[in-house]
């Protein structure tokens, strides 16, 4: 006896419902984990100049934090147009979290090789490795979602434009600011701070407000 329409519709939606509540779970752990590499200065040394000195491993929290930041929001889009998922997506998905929880590991590298050239250098450079990683995931993801069908129709076709638009650049300026890294590896890391930055904040709705208050 097969399953009638209702029950096959109902599947599909626990299907995209665990596949969101796992996901969300791994974002929601990974996040905590990035503070737990932030030391308290020593109370023998100078707090203020310890903590100035201490600069890149608080600009690496906030580039990781950025990171994933940006990562959910993508994410998050695509499981709300979810209609089904496949077996294909989900061991995509997988993938993606993996990058996502290993991301706490490189940024700790930063936090200890700051101040060491060569080490740095190392550290930014697999740091950015995984952050194109991230970033290249959640392409393929969206990409295998809307190839397949397993999007909704309704306004399918302007989020897939959308979420294009967003993840394929920053595919590119992470592919650079790697290469950066291999030179100046602080630039590097600023510069991994502008497209996580880019890619969190909504500047495109941002301007379409702007835009309809000066026409108003």
Do not use: C
């Amino acid at each position: 006896m097969t399953d009638g329409p209702a029950e096959s519709t109902d599947n599909h939606r626990r299907g995209t419902g665990r596949l969101e509540a796992f996901s969300d779970g791994v974002f929601a752990i990974a996040i905590p984990l990035l503070v737990l590499e932030l030391v308290v200065p020593s109370k023998e040394e100078a707090v203020g100049r310890e903590l100035i000195e201490q600069w890149p491993m608080y600009m690496a929290y906030l580039v990781s934090f950025a990171t994933i930041g940006a990562a959910w929001v993508v994410h998050s889009t695509i499981t709300g147009r979810l209609e089904r998922v496949d077996a294909v997506l989900l061991r995509l998905n997988l993938l993606l979290l993996f990058f996502v929880s290993v991301l706490p590991f490189p940024t700790k590298m930063l936090a200890e090789y700051a101040g060491s050239i060569d080490e740095e250098r190392i550290a930014v450079v697999i740091y950015g490795i995984n952050l194109f990683a991230i970033s290249g995931m959640t392409s393929i993801v969206w990409r295998h979602a809307s190839a397949e069908g397993l999007i909704e129709d309704a306004g399918a076709e302007v989020d897939v434009r959308a979420v294009t638009a967003t993840l394929t650049p920053s595919l590119v300026l992470y592919a650079a600011a790697i290469v950066v890294g291999l030179l100046a590896p602080r630039v590097a890391l600023f510069l991994y701070l502008v497209i996580a930055l880019y890619k969190l904040i909504p500047f495109r709705t941002i301007f379409r407000h702007v835009g309809r208050r000066t026409a108003a």
